[in-house]
């Protein structure tokens, strides 16, 4: 269920008849069997859909100028899917991590491609397409992420950089104040970008909270509320700019496009990843109990030079996954 999102095909109830699954020899090779059937993708795509927080995108409330309608949101659910999907099973896919940050192909059909602004494509069935690499790379410039976690019109740096540390960085997010003042019409000019708005919460006692995902929003900035991209914000230039720390150095980046090398090779990034989807395999987070399977699946991770194939196979063999502790008073075979 955790690698199809389905029942057991016959192979595996006729093993498990045989009590041939009882060893992680045994799982692993028929997780790496199953990781290769089509029925994996719809697995894929719920994983992803979780993992950023995607599924809303459907119901995502933008002005009438966009065109935007619930079936737009689907078609660009299905674009991740298949996005993710195809990193994992395409032939001589290396299936990386880094590939979720860096691919510049995707898959569209005739209205995502006029989003993105390309041509030549027509119909409603997604076909794969290579994506202008100097506007678009990875999972996160998409149009779902996008347009899921962006404004009714224009972008939203704080919604989008936030999501980004939570479930990019799995670092904790605490809850905005309930007294944050209002800006006022001094603190910002009437032409101001998004970004000038949203810089003033410098002025305001929220600030420190902000500056630790602001930067991960403002370089979305190039992206409107559907994921267009643009240079320019309310007749100015777009500023996509800035500097994080991601571990033990500063990366410093001119737009979105710079950032996502630097978090495919980014430790904590690769942890996170691994973090979320053990979760999504457990259905739960990870206990104090659980740690010597997370160190273990964490290990193997990155013995596999961060393949994320080999990281569902270690999950799926690992204690954590395959055991559970008996509840109290529970009789044992």
Known sequence: YSLWASMPDAHLFELADKGELQSADAIEREARRMLLDPKAKDAYGDFTA????LEPVVFAQKVPEL???P?????????????VSDIL???NTTGKLDLLFTSTTSFVDETLAGIYGLSG???SN???????PTQRAGI???????TRHGDSLGSFPVRRGSQVVKDVFCRAMPPPPADVPPLSDTQVAANATTRQRFEAHTQNPCATCHKAFDAFGFAFENYDGIGRYRTTDNGQPVDASGTVQLGPNSVTFKSALDLMPALAASDEVRSCVATQWLRYALRRQETTGDMPSVDTVQKRFKDSGYDL???????????????RTPAAGEVLP
């Not at 997604?126 to 202008?132: E, F, G, I």
């Open 50 to 53: 979780q993992w950023l927080n």
């Open 67 to 69: 065109n935007f309608t």
């Open 309 to 323: 194939r080999e990281l569902v196979v270690a999950i799926v063999s690992s204690d954590a996954f395959a055991r």
């Open 71 to 83: 079936e737009v949101g689907k078609t660009m659910l299905a674009e991740t899917r298949e996005f």
């Open 121 to 123: 494509v027509t119909g």
């Open 140 to 146: 996160l410039p998409q149009l779902s992420f996008l």
């Open 126 to 132: 997604l076909r794969p397409v290579a994506l202008d």
């Open 89 to 91: 099973m395409a032939p």
